[in-house]
């Protein structure tokens, strides 16, 4: 976190502590005053941070607008007090609109607060909350996706020679990688790249799945059910994969923040487990990382193609 962000996250979590305190004691009086710039950002901050999901994939919007008013005095602050209480009456607000927006699957996208005039001793802050429409769930594998789960044997009927579960979940996940843009004028560069091996069997949900696809047989047999992945099963270790690779792995290996992944490469194969001896079906796992860092484009140029 840079410095400005523990700064906004400091001041976010004093002005959320006292806002709990004086719902939680309706009695109490601070007569603390605030400068009204501040007090309508961290109403805004503290709204968000508590109802929005802006992270959602929306296709629809719904907008709506209003104004509030909250008392002022000469000096342009606001009463704490009156603050929490205007805080209640934008939450008010807000719910009555989201609930009348006929969105079947919807989400709170954002609340964008405004000052705006002041009058007898009053300042108005101009709401503008967007509703967005959520997509529904999205998964990369469709109703059509059985597919071998390795031996680039193609799909579960033998058809399409040349790949097979491993090779389309690899795609999959090298595909919806997520990108991030550097700010205008600068370019992303990396170094100290480093390969991580997964024989499969490492990680697990909280249910006891393989998060990566493996399973064994002290016998060495495995049926049709055990080879042919279903779209279901498809898409459990699509995202199973990218849980290991984004969370679980970071994680246990106490990487930076800028330790990015960059590629992986799966192969799908029976082999014997050299940490049991077992026999098993699995992917195995080639995930490339690397320190990403951020440098000025007229410093170091942009890249060009070979």
């Known amino acids: 976190m840079s410095t400005e962000d523990l700064i906004f996250q400091d001041n976010f979590v004093q002005f959320r502590d006292k806002v709990r305190y004086i719902h ?25 941070a508590t ?22 005095n000469d000096s342009e602050e606001v009463l704490l007090d009156d603050v929490v209480t205007t805080f209640d009456e934008i939450i008010n607000i807000v719910t009555q609109f989201y609930y009348q927006c006929e969105f079947t699957q919807k989400g709170f996208l954002l609340l964008d607060l405004e000052k ?14 967007v509703i967005g429409e959520n997509e ?18 193609g799909d579960c009927q033998w058809n399409n020679a040349g790949t097979d579960a491993a090779e389309k979940i690899q795609e999959a996940v090298n595909i919806y990688r997520p990108i991030v843009s550097p ?3 600068y370019i992303f560069t990396y170094s100290a790249f480093e390969q991580i091996v997964l024989f499969g069997h490492e990680y697990e949900n909280e249910m006891g799945e393989k ?7 002290e016998s060495g047999s495995f049926t049709w059910e055990d080879k042919c992945l279903d779209p279901d099963e498809m898409n459990f270790h699509f995202y199973g994969e990218r849980e290991v690779i984004y969370f679980r792995i ?41 320190l990403r860092h951020l440098a000025a484009i007229e410093i170091i140029g942009p890249p060009i193609e070979l």
Not at 51 to 72: A, C, H, R, S, W
Not at 136 to 151: A, K, M, Q, R, S
Not at 211 to 217: A, P, Q, S, T
Request: one cysteine or more.
């Open 250 to 290: 970071p994680i246990y290996l106490n990487k930076p923040s800028n330790w990015v992944f960059m590629e992986c490469d799966l192969d799908g194969n029976q082999k014997v487990n050299p940490s049991n001896e077992v026999i098993c079906i699995h992917h195995n796992n080639s995930l490339t990382y690397a």
């Open 51 to 72: 109802y929005g999901f802006p992270d959602e994939k929306y296709g629809k919007t719904k907008t709506n607008k209003t104004i509030v008013l909250i008392g002022v």
């Open 183 to 185: 700010p205008p004028g």
């Open 211 to 217: 998060l990566i696809f493996y399973k064994e047989n």
């Open 116 to 129: 705006g005039e002041t009058a007898d001793g009053q300042v108005e802050i101009i709401l503008r909350s």
């Open 24 to 48: 939680d004691n309706p009695g109490y009086k601070s007569c603390e005053v605030m400068d009204a710039n501040e007090a309508i950002r961290q109403i805004e901050s503290l709204f968000n």
């Open 136 to 153: 529904g769930d999205w998964n990369p594998f469709g109703t059509e996706d059985y597919w071998w789960y390795g031996d680039k044997a």
